[in-house]
Every structure is written in C-alpha cells, then in structure tokens.
C-alpha cells in the first residue's frame, strides 16, 4: 500500500494534533493508503525515527494542545546532509509524499525538498497568524482568546493600584496577536512591528487618559518590537532568535515619560500552550483533510491555504513569500479606541 508521511515542525500550534487526525482519519477512510507519523519535525526524516499511525492513535487528539509527534528546529540543509539522509528515510519506509505542517521556516525547507524531488504538501501553521497566501491559521483563535482574557485580567488589577501595565505578547515579526487582542480586550495602545508608535506618543496617551480620571492603562506590546536599546536577541540550540522581554526594556521609559508605576507580563508560551478554542479545532480539520486529499491525489509542491470562507491550494511557492503584515485598515480601528 502506498504511504503518505506527516512531520510537525518548527515552533508548535495550538492544532496539530488536529492536523493529525484529520489526515489519519481521511486517509483511512480513503482505504488506499497507509499514513506514517515522522517525529520530531525534519529530525524524523533525517534520523530515520517514525511511527506507524491508525485511527486508534489519534482518537480523541483534536482538543489537546502540543503534537503527538513532536516537532524540533532542525533543518536537513544546516543541520544535516540535505535531501541525502532523507531519502533513505522515505525509501526504507516506503513513504510516497509528506506532508508538512509547519510555519514559514519549514514550508521554505520543503520548497527546497521539493526541487530536489520530495513530494509535499504543506499545510500552514503558526500562532503569529502571518504566513503569506493564507487569510488565517490555526492556532492564531487560541493565543488571540489567551491573550484576551490575560488582558482583561492585568486590567483589573492595575486599576486597584492606578499602574500601567504592559503585556507582552508573541509575534516575531508581525503584530497580529497583539492587535486583535488589544483591540478585544480594549488596550490603551498596541505596539507592534509594523506600525511602531514612538513611546512619547504612548506617554502623551497615557497621560492624557489618566487626566481623565481612568485609573490604569494597558498597553499590549509585541515581542516583536524595535527595542530601546539594540541588543543581539540569545539564540536557542538550532540558532533561531529567542524573542520575549522586549517590554522590560520599555517599561521603565515609560515609566520615566509618565510619572506612573509601570508594570510587565510576558505571556510567552502560555499562548501556545493547552487546548486548541473550536475554531482552531475545526480550521485545522479542515485543513488537514484539504491536506490528505491532495496527498492521495498524488499533488505535490502545494500548499493548502484559507480563502475567505474556503480551503484552496496554492503552490508551495507563495506561502514562502513575504509574511503578512496586519493591515493599516485593522490598525487604524484598533487606535480609535487608544487612550
Ligand atoms: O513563530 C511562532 C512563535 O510562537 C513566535 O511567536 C515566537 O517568537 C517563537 O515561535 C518562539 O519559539 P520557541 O518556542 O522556539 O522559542
């Protein structure tokens, strides 16, 4: 029986597991092909570590956080042989096409996997919501409503003690996270990378609202941000950038432009963790079966991806391009209710 492989790669997503089942579940269904599970991301391919997968694996997987298979940062063209370990891997487990769920970093590995002959199908996945060619991904539901309900809590607390308090939310690049729960959770400014509010600018909101009366302001920063002082971010194992606590560096500036006690929470990986919310449960199903359906149909160097309310597939080309950035439009009504 032919075989179709599955990885989770790069950083994980409140929805994998979903992924998963779906795929499992569809191919099953289909009843022409087996489905192998590769652990721990591209380290899978390259060590030759997989593992059979069948309806009882995944049963009752679609609402649980992390992945059944692990994932990893490892990268076949930095950290090993390129296409050679992996070949073998595909050939000893008779695995015809692979497909990978994973975020901008890993879709570019597969496109580079796919010139030299892998048969892909990716499938997006990120919590910072800006891989290009898609409208949406999973995951992105989940760290936004964890993110709100942070928000909402800090704003309360602030308020008994007349602080400014600062959330700190993912996003390595781009702002998405920090816009739509900002603006769910009423914040009294966002900074994000791609529109950068200067701090005297905040300040001048800030101040300006407790003139008012207001007794607390919440500003969502993302982790992403230009920092106050340039300095190289650490690196983890596989040299990928360790982002978090850029909001310590600005906290006491702006402490210094208001005259007010301010306060940080860095939400890290709280907003990946745990359960998937039910629109990320059903997106990523979606996706997932969209996923198998191409694998069986022998596409490849594809991409599926959400159209308004649609799942299409587009080449794995365009999920590679420039990530996407939070629009002005977006931005612009989440500042209507700055301050
Ligand atoms: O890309 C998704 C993401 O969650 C980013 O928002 C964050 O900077 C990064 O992954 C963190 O990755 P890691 O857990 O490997 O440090």
New binding site residues.
């Given amino acids: 029986m032919s075989v179709i492989g599955i990885l989770t790669a ?4 409140p929805g994998l597991n979903a992924v998963i089942r779906s795929v499992v579940t569809r191919v099953g269904a289909a009843g022409s092909h087996e489905v192998v599970g590769i652990k721990n991301g591209w380290q899978g391919l390259m060590e030759d570590d997989t593992r059979p997968l069948g309806q009882e694996d995944v049963r009752g997987i679609a609402g649980t956080g992390g992945t059944i298979l692990g994932t990893s ?1 490892m990268d076949p063209y930095v950290h090993g042989d390129g296409f050679a370990s992996i070949r073998k891997t595909l050939a000893h487990n008779g695995i015809d096409s692979v497909i990978v769920v994973g ?1 901008d970093g890993t879709l570019r590995t597969a496109l580079h996997l796919a010139d030299e002959g892998l048969k892909v199908i990716g499938v997006p996945k ?3 919501n ?1 891989i290009a060619a898609t409208d949406v991904s999973f995951g992105f539901d989940t ?1 936004v409503q964890i993110a709100t309900d942070a928000i909402d809590r800090l704003k309360t607390t602030a308020e008994s003690h007349n602080r400014v308090m600062l959330c700190e939310v ?3 690049t781009k702002g998405w ?1 920090a816009v739509h729960a900002g603006l769910a959770a009423g914040a009294d400014a966002i900074l994000i990378p791609e529109h950068q509010m200067p701090l005297e600018e905040v300040a001048q909101v800030i101040r300006s609202r407790h003139r008012r009366g207001r007794r607390y302001s919440v500003v969502v920063v993302a ?2 941000v230009r920092p106050p002082r340039a300095t190289p971010p650490p690196t ?1 194992a596989f040299g ?5 606590g850029v909001a310590y560096q600005i906290a006491p500036e702006l402490e210094a432009l208001t005259g007010f006690e301010t306060r940080v929470t860095v939400l890290g ?1 709280i ?2 963790g745990g359960t998937p919310t039910a629109t990320d449960r059903v997106l990523a199903t979606r996706l997932g079966a969209a996923a198998a359906d191409l694998a069986l149909g022998g596409g490849e160097r594809l991409m599926v991806a959400v159209h308004s309310t649609r799942i299409e597939a587009v080449p794995l080309e365009a999920g590679v391009a420039e990530t996407r950035g939070v629009d002005a439009q977006l931005f612009e009504v989440a500042r209507t209710f700055f301050g």
């Fill in positions: 790069g950083g994980d997503c940062r975020g990120t919590i910072d800006d760290a993912m996003g390595r996270i982790e992403g983890d990928f950038d360790r982002l978090g990986h907003q990946r």
